[in-house]
């Protein structure tokens, strides 16, 4: 199952307005991750934020977490037409062979209108 | 930045064929590359992790003869979809950490499967 919610599922803004979306989890994390996906294609990594982190900035991108209510959001600042893609969440676990493996959120479905 | 090319994007067969994707690393060699399968405006679910030399391990709930992921060099796994099915339709995405304790994963472009 996966371990990250995001809400919300879907968000249409418009070009130049601010976009916020959230990400809960259960258990507890050593970081915390955020991907964007093109329509049909590979994620990209974006920003890794760690459990000894409250926030971070890259660019207009700036990623909060509270391991209290074990949740983070990212928010996107002055939003493009090219931000137009879904953007996921991740959070390690221990996998096979001791890899750390990650467990992706649902995604948010970002659309910027222009 | 590190590169993952995965091939080929897009592959059409008919039902009862067995279909190989390939997932390279290119300018980096990744002792361990992951498998992830997602279907239309969902999330990606771990299949398997692909540990070079050594037999993958595979999430709960995939089929290890059906999904057969072999990863002979530290440059290339492959996933072969074996006897495929229309319900193996769907978008399938592989990974890879540049180094051993990097937490971040580069992806490939992933290959749609259709079937037929």
């Known amino acids: 199952s996966q371990q990250g919610e995001e809400d919300p599922q879907a968000l249409s803004i418009q070009e130049g307005e601010n976009a916020t979306m959230n990400c809960s989890y259960k258990?507890?994390?050593?970081?915390l991750q955020w991907y964007r996906q093109n329509s049909g294609r590979g994620l990209v990594h974006l920003i890794l934020i760690r459990s000894n982190e409250r926030e971070k900035h890259s660019g207009r991108l700036r990623v909060t977490l509270d391991t209290s209510k074990k949740s983070s959001s990212l928010l996107i600042t002055a939003s493009r037409a090219a931000d137009t893609a879904s953007y996921f969440c991740?959070?390690?676990?221990?996998?096979?062979?001791?890899?750390?493996?990650?467990?992706f959120g649902q995604g948010t479905r970002l659309t910027i209108n222009p | 930045g590190a590169v993952v090319s995965q091939h080929p994007s897009r592959v059409i067969c008919k039902s009862g064929t067995s279909v190989k994707i390939e997932c390279r690393s290119l300018?980096?060699?990744?002792?361990?590359m992951f498998w992830y399968r997602q279907f239309p405006k969902q999330s990606l679910m771990l299949m398997a992790t692909?540990?070079?030399?050594?037999?993958?391990?595979?999430e709960q709930g995939v089929e290890k003869d059906k999904f057969l992921i072999n990863h002979a060099s530290l440059t290339l796994s492959t996933l072969t979809v074996t006897s495929a099915h229309p319900e193996d339709s769907s978008f399938y995405i592989c990974?890879?950490?540049?180094?051993?304790?990097?937490?971040?994963?580069?992806f490939g472009s992933g290959t749609q499967l259709s079937v037929l």
């Open positions: 990974s890879a950490r540049v180094q051993r304790g990097d937490e971040k994963l580069f």
């Open positions: 300018d980096f060699q990744a002792t361990t």
């Open positions: 991740a959070t390690g676990r221990l996998g096979g062979g001791g890899a750390q493996k990650l467990v």
């Open positions: 692909s540990n070079e030399g050594s037999k993958a391990t595979y």
């Open positions: 258990t507890s994390i050593n970081n």
